[in-house]
């Protein structure tokens, strides 16, 4: 407010009850300042400010009975917050994880380890259930798994043992529960975001019995696992494939590269390159081509 009021005196000075204040031009013109700031501000700093000067009209305008007040600074005035995916769990928050699940071993830590090591997605419809995780499939070149996020856009992806022993635990899991087997691995005792909810408190409580930050989510899971295999060589086509994407700049979002990622495949580019330029058969234009070089 008071940075709005040092706008106000040097902007619009005749300016000095509340009865005088207007949407046009002074809360327009404000909101325009804001946006020509430099250095300019984030959006999560602009909605800030709308939203405190907002609520401070909508209180005054209770209290000085004056109606016009509360829409000084509309709804639609304020954009929406940039949507951030979560980003890939450090190497250290990865390698602590997936040792605390292990040596855990119950219901919640191989639902993490599979969640982990296959790309299932951990948010949006509940996860590990059977339109999103099938009983892994004997290819010719080893199992693979059925995933989809919806039963008309299933996908297979190829898995490891480990993948595979993971499915059948749960399996065994879900076999001890008292609640009648719907063939899902985890039990739905009330709703889909019930069992959201309940896996994010299982990792919570994990994080925070390892000191970590207990703001890690579990579809940063999915996240590094995209990174993991582009990291591995997988190529871009292919992780869009594993990832069930059909927008490449959402795979660009999962898939973190950083300057070593950059170093690392130029390196490889240079020294094996794909697609080697012909040598001409002449030795004398060879040897021009190489001077001219």
Request: proline share 8%.
């Amino acid at each position: 407010m008071h940075n709005f009021l040092r706008y106000l005196a040097s902007h619009h000075p005749q300016v000095n009850c509340l009865h005088q204040l207007r949407r046009e031009p002074h809360i327009l013109d404000w909101m325009s300042h804001l946006h020509s700031q430099m250095p300019s501000l984030t959006t999560e700093s602009y909605i800030n400010e709308l939203i405190v000067l907002r609520s401070l009209c909508n209180e005054l305008a209770w209290k000085e009975q004056l109606p016009e007040h509360a829409h000084l600074i509309r709804r639609e005035d304020i954009p929406r917050a940039p949507y951030r995916l979560p980003r890939p769990l450090t190497a250290q928050q990865d390698e602590l994880l997936q040792q605390e699940f292990l040596r855990r071993n119950d219901l919640g830590s191989n639902a993490f380890l599979l969640m982990r090591h296959t790309p299932v997605c951990a948010s949006g419809n509940a996860p590990i259930c059977p339109s999103i995780v099938c009983a892994p499939r004997a290819q010719n070149n080893g199992p693979f798994m059925c995933l989809s996020a919806s039963c008309k856009t299933e996908r297979m992806v190829p898995v490891d043992d480990f993948a595979t022993q993971l499915v059948q635990r749960l399996r065994f899991f879900r076999s001890l529960d008292p609640l009648l087997d719907d063939g899902y691995l985890l039990a739905r005792y009330s709703s889909k975001a019930a069992l959201v909810r309940q896996l994010r408190d299982y990792l919570h409580q994990v994080c925070y019995s390892l000191n970590l930050s207990t703001h890690i989510v579990p579809h940063q899971l999915r996240h590094t696992y995209a990174t993991e295999m582009f990291r591995a060589g997988v190529g871009f086509p292919v992780l869009m494939k594993l990832l069930g994407h059909t927008d490449p700049d959402m795979t660009m979002r999962y898939a973190e590269v950083t300057l070593t990622d950059l170093q690392k495949e130029f390196r490889r580019a240079r020294s094996q390159p794909r697609h080697l330029v012909p040598q001409p058969k002449d030795p004398s234009l060879a040897f021009q081509l190489g001077s001219t070089a």
